[in-house]
């Protein structure tokens, strides 16, 4: 796939409910991951993008169940992405799929461990429901977040979820409605 640096977005699944899919052993609600990461499937379902991409798969796991290691994973795959594009004049983008209960611990954990000049933007994002039900909000999220690269500054991370844009330092998740949201006091 030919790529231009500025309609190129890399994606990186760390798995969460927005790769879970129904169930094959088992009964009930014991949501496994699917074959291929829920951001492949949906971009692969739009031919008219704008954009080339490619999918890559860290990890698959909830994730409540990452951990330093795994972010580690997820930070060597972006460092390798900058380094090679690092000759480029233009930001590099890219997505993170991740689970909602920790994706802000580790989009602030990568931000600790990039050098402060690097020139790419980063979006998290993910799902409430897996990305195979019908009222998901996958498509959604993911939208915004391949947005979000393309108007962020470079050197941003960012959380994109709810609709919402929100730099990875600022953002908390409410506890009461489970919004990601601007915190005010920072």
Known sequence: MTTNNNTHVHIFSMGGTIDKDYPRLTAGYAFEFGDEPAASRLLKSHPNLGISFDVKSICRKDSLDITDDDRGLLFDAIRDILERRSASSQHVRIVITHGTDTMIQTAQYVQNHLMKDYS??????????????????????????????????????????????????????????????HHEGK
Not at 124 to 150: H, Q, V
């Open 120 to 181: 790419a933007v980063l979006a998290f994002t993910g799902a409430t429901k897996p990305e195979r039900f019908i009222d998901s909000d996958a498509s959604f999220n993911l939208g915004c977040a391949i947005a979000a690269t393309s108007v962020c500054s470079a050197g941003s991370i960012v959380i994109c979820m709810n609709g919402n844009v929100v730099p990875a330092e600022k953002c908390i998740r409410e506890v009461e409605s489970g919004l990601f949201k």
